[in-house]
């Protein structure tokens, strides 16, 4: 009988993790009821490859800052909730208010140094990463240091973009930006640069930047399906 376990190899089975900004205070991330309050209360020494964070509708204040990658078997993902998601209404906590559109309104909404990443808004604009006009090069995903990330059904958007009921937006005023703003960023102004290699942008809109691209030491970058719109600014570099 002992012989016979050296024939199988157990695995610890993916974990589910959620952030919730209607929590008082921050919790151990283990449900609903004692969710991390925002995404820069994320333990990343918990996560492991193959879980999943789920994130509830509503709006937050601190980023996205992925501390921890996956393998090529098992990818981290990052999810807002729907009212599909079974490990999200079996949870404590559960509220059918949660499965709305997640903003994060930050300097920094998103950075994923790490591989093997999955983010997904789950639908159109599901998930809006809204930069703020701060100084220095403010942008809506950091991707410098990823390898084999996929970002999808995301809404990059910065200053410019005026949010209409369609999601769509045009005729708005351009305002001066302090810093030298971008959707979607890889390496610039980093020192050494580290670049980014294998990253999907997909189903997802970037707007409202003065330069909705900026990269440099970019390897197989992918951008499909995606809406592209009021770029520029007054005092924008490009």
């Known amino acids: 009988l002992f012989a016979l376990a050296g024939l ?29 309050k925002q995404p820069g209360n994320i333990v990343w020494s918990s996560v492991q490859p193959g879980d999943t964070i789920w994130i509830a509708g509503g709006t937050y204040t601190s980023g996205i800052s992925v501390g921890k990658s996956g393998t090529a078997a098992n ?43 999955y983010i997904d808004g789950r639908m159109d604009m599901g998930m809006r990463l809204n930069v703020s006009n701060s100084g220095g090069l403010p942008t809506s995903a950091d991707v410098t240091g990823g390898n084999f990330v996929t970002l999808t059904n995301l809404d990059l958007m910065g200053p410019n973009a005026a949010p209409h009921p369609d999601g769509s937006s045009c005729g708005t005023a351009l305002v001066n930006f302090s810093g030298d703003a971008s959707g979607m960023m890889i390496g610039y102004g980093y020192s050494p640069n580290p670049g980014a290699d294998n990253i999907k942008l997909t189903h997802s809109r970037v707007r409202g930047h003065p330069n909705e691209f900026w990269f440099a030491s970019a390897r197989n970058i992918t951008i499909e399906h995606c809406k592209i719109y009021d770029n520029g600014a007054a005092n924008s570099a490009q």
């Open 8 to 36: 199988f190899t157990f695995s610890a089975s993916a974990a589910n993790w959620f952030v919730s900004q209607s929590v008082a205070t921050s919790g151990n991330g283990q449900s609903l009821s004692t969710a991390w």
């Open 75 to 117: 990818q981290i993902y990052i999810k807002r909730v729907t009212s599909a998601d079974t490990a999200a209404t079996s949870a404590a906590g559960w509220s059918s208010a949660f499965d709305s559109q997640v903003i994060i309104n930050s300097s920094s909404p998103l950075r994923t140094p790490a591989a093997y990443i």
